[in-house]
């Protein structure tokens, strides 16, 4: 230990010592007298016996300073069978020969022979007196032996081990004490259970050899032998106390860390380090250098002294020796170090705490990949519970958090706004996501600050749906509240795109707060039926109850425009059937088109075979204005499948009647295979010559057990395989429906066609008829007469091989037939 500038208090300690010890030396000189020459082995043996005590030292684990020698046993052996001027003599040539000799040529070492030997010095002086004081007084002859009492002499060996034991703990303690600057009491209680066992085994055995060489000097020549014995037997039994010791604590620190909390890991590792190695400091870096952990203090008193960024993290001021283990990877898992800052200048781990660091770094490197995805798992969830209490896009409460909200604050009466930005949806497409959500944080804010009252919550319900919910309001002030919110909506918005406006709707209505559910689904009704009459209001306000309508009540009390499509045969070009497209003006803003997809929500029979009978009135109405440009082609209706039961087929009649109309003239389509019409309907059907079309055959909804269930005439491909003609599969699927409806006596239809290679291309593969943008595409009904007289067919000239319309049966296998008209 170096001798420094704030080490003065040592080296004051130190200077004691020697002076003490060179006093003993100076009066051992003057008192000891001429042995025999046959006396003068023993005197070496006793310079051989502290010499071999003074080599012969082993350290305590947990890098402390303190070294437990034999020296203490040599001495008393020394005191028992020496005189004591010759026992301070051979302590003092052999401790000091035997440490100059192993010690390092350095100042820390020859200061640390002088302190250590004045000490066993002083040590042997004590013991000496001890002995002599209780009238022992051992020479070289049997007349200088002294008193032959046992108790006296077992007293007097008892308390010159105790003294020799209490001087050399006291100035061990005092040493380590002013050298490292540890409390007192933390190093008097370090491993003292090891200490005090080895101090009484030491006790034992220099009781017994003193017995020895009571009974015989000449045991004393042996006692070296025995010392070195003893030595490795002490040092082998410490070092196994200290290899279970080190493995029940990194079995326990491995407990520890495998907690959840990221925090807790890290802390308890780099306090852990500093108990498990002995160090004065440990530093735990991961994330490249983001976060650096570092526990310092005494092996038995380890804290953490900093967490924090490592560039922010104060440097060790001393100069010790650091040993580093890196561990994990940036590939799969946290990377990160470890530092460990030794007492001493020459401290090194030995090889055993090398195999310890390894084994703390794998399941430090485990214990914090487990943390670490434990802490992603739980922002995660901390993100999953956020974005299912609260809208990700503006941070506002969502339909049920609203809810739950308004019924646990609000009482009375509450007053609920449903807001819609009608025309939001058309901006986004155009001004893309990122300024839609700039315009949509910006109308937030503004339904959020209109009301100014803080009885209130604003939540979004829908894409462009918003919900304002009031309370403890009056009700004609809840409605001037909702204006102003609404009024605000409207006003432009100014964005990176220029001015925006936004058209905003609301419906608005009041009850009980224990009814904010329904109040809310109310409210939405309100607000959807204003927006589909077109009332030009900021809030249409409800005052009772809002019952909603049937969707098939709307749907039939709507107005509906229809559009007709040329089909056409692919061979000759000539129009053969008129498609009706119907669609329901369902609001200013919704044109619906009256097929499957609006089919499949009407779920009252009545309702379903109302609107069907108004799509077959209006498309046979609308027919007269172009019958009589094209009197022999029939007309295709769409309607629901489900719609067709015995009472309507009765209807169907009366309509043909009434619009003098031959069956055969008419078409029906149905694309739903769920809910198709019995034999007995479809029977009834061909009794009055109207045929049936199946449509949208090849998608998902459509089967092979379809064409089975009912009498089909016509078989329309699904629209998907139609337009990509020019893909293999799609070639595939519609090669097999043209043989298909050859066996069944059907017609397939292809739809789409855009270009004339795609007229060749499916009546090559044995489309019938086909229709599409280049045939005429969608037309109103008075287009239809015009176009009609204006249509010029145009034949294929490949001699194409088609399955005909309507085809009569064969004895052979033609694969052309000829058109055949049933005028029944």
């Not at 012969?56 to 020698?69: E, M, Y």
């Not at 089975?708 to 329309?716: E, K, P, V, Y």
Request: hydrophobic residues 50%; charged residues 20%.
């Amino acid at each position: 230990m170096p001798i420094q500038r704030e080490k003065w208090a040592l080296g004051l300690f130190t200077s004691i010592l020697f002076a003490s010890a060179l006093a003993c030396l100076v009066w051992a000189v003057t008192h000891a007298g001429q042995p025999a020459l046959y006396y003068s082995v023993y005197l070496f043996m006793g310079a051989a016996l502290m010499a071999v005590g003074a080599i012969c030292s082993a350290p305590l684990p947990q890098r402390v300073p303190i070294r437990i020698t034999l020296t203490p046993t040599a001495c008393l052996v020394c005191a028992s069978a020496l005189p004591v001027p010759w026992v301070v003599l051979c302590t003092a040539v052999g401790v000091s020969v035997a440490r100059l000799v192993v010690s390092r040529s350095r100042s820390s070492g020859l200061h640390k022979t002088i302190h250590n030997s004045s000490m066993d010095v002083v040590t042997a002086a004590a013991a000496g007196s001890v002995m002599y004081s209780f009238g022992l007084q051992p020479g070289f002859s049997e007349a200088d032996v002294g008193d032959p009492n046992l108790v006296r002499h077992m007293i007097a060996f008892l308390t010159a081990a105790v003294a020799v034991l209490a001087l050399e703990e006291l100035v061990t303690i005092t040493t380590v004490r002013l050298a490292t600057g540890r409390p007192f009491l933390l190093v008097l209680r370090h491993l003292w259970r090891t200490r005090l066992i080895v101090a009484v085994g030491e006790i034992v055995t220099a009781g017994l050899v003193a017995v020895v060489t009571g009974l015989d000097l000449r045991a004393l020549i042996a006692l070296p032998t025995v010392m070195l014995i003893v030595h490795l037997a002490l040092t082998y039994r410490l070092q196994i106390r200290e290899e279970r010791r080190a493995w029940e604590d990194l079995a326990v620190l491995s407990d520890a860390l495998s907690a959840r909390d990221l925090d807790f890991v890290l802390r308890t590792a780099a306090a852990g380090a500093v108990r498990l190695f002995g160090a004065r400091a440990a530093d735990i870096e991961i994330d490249g250098s983001e976060r650096l952990v570092r526990a310092g203090g005494d092996a038995g008193d380890a804290r953490v002294v900093y967490d924090g960024p490592a560039a922010d993290a104060p440097d060790i001021v001393e100069s010790r020796p650091t040993v580093r283990s890196e561990f994990g990877d940036n590939a799969t898992g946290l990377h990160g170090v470890v530092r460990l800052y030794l007492a001493g200048v020459g401290d090194e781990l030995s090889a055993r705490e090398r195999v310890t660091l390894r084994t703390f770094t794998a399941t430090l490197a485990t214990s914090l990949d487990n943390a670490h995805a434990y802490d992603l798992l739980e922002q995660e969830a901390r993100r999953h519970e956020v974005a299912a209490a609260q809208d990700s896009d503006t941070g506002l409460c969502n339909r049920r958090t609203l809810l739950a909200r308004v019924a646990e604050i609000a009482t009375g009466t509450c007053h609920v706004v449903a807001v819609r930005l009608e025309n939001y949806d058309f901006l986004a497409d155009q001004i893309g996501r990122d300024a839609a959500l700039t315009l949509l944080n910006e109308l937030a804010g503004r339904l959020c600050h209109a009301p100014g009252d803080p009885g209130s919550v604003v939540g979004r319900i829908g894409d462009a749906e918003f919900a304002l919910i009031m309370w403890a309001v009056p009700r004609d002030a809840a409605y001037q509240r909702a204006c102003w919110t609404v009024a605000a909506l409207r006003r432009p918005v100014t964005t990176d795109r220029g001015m925006l406006n936004v058209r905003a709707s609301a419906g608005m209505t009041s009850g009980a707060a224990a009814d904010v559910a329904e109040l809310l689904v109310a409210a939405e009704q309100v607000m959807w039926r204003a927006i589909r009459r077109g009332q030009d209001r900021l809030v249409s306000y409800h005052t009772g109850p809002a019952y909603g309508r049937a969707l098939d009540r709307d749907l039939v009390d709507a107005r509906m425009s229809i559009a007709y499509e040329p089909i056409v045969d692919l061979t000759t070009g000539s129009i053969v059937m008129m498609q009706s497209v119907p669609r329901i003006l369902y609001s200013r803003h919704d044109v619906l088109v009256a097929d499957e997809y609006i089919y499949q929500l009407v779920t009252n029979q009545d309702g379903l075979e109302a609107l069907a009978r108004k799509v077959l009135t209006r498309s046979l109405s609308a027919a007269v204005t172009w019958r009589e440009a094209l009197p022999h082609v029939a007309l295709v209706v769409p309607v629901p499948a489900r719609a067709l039961t015995p009472r309507f087929v009765d209807g169907l009649r009366d309509l043909l009647r009434n619009h003098a109309v031959a069956g055969s003239s008419l078409v029906l389509e149905l694309a739903q295979p769920t809910g198709l019409p019995g034999r007995d309907v479809t029977d009834l059907l061909r009794q009055y010559g109207v045929r049936l079309l199946l449509g949208s055959y090849g998608s998902i909804q459509g089967s092979i057990q379809t064409l089975n269930a009912a009498t089909w005439s016509f078989l329309r491909l699904d629209p998907a395989y139609a337009l990509d003609a020019g893909w293999r599969p799609a070639q595939a699927v519609i090669r097999a429906a043209a043989d298909l409806a050859f066996d069944l006596d059907l017609a397939v239809i292809a739809p789409g066609i855009t270009v004339e290679e795609e007229r060749h291309e499916l009546a090559r593969l044995g489309c019938a008829l086909g229709g599409g943008p280049l045939f005429g595409g969608e037309m109103f009904p008075s287009q239809v007469r015009n176009h009609a007289s204006l249509w010029q067919p145009t034949a294929l000239h490949d001699g194409a091989q088609i399955v005909r319309l309507h085809r009569t049966r064969w004895t052979t296998r033609p694969r052309r037939a000829v058109w055949q008209r049933h005028d029944g």
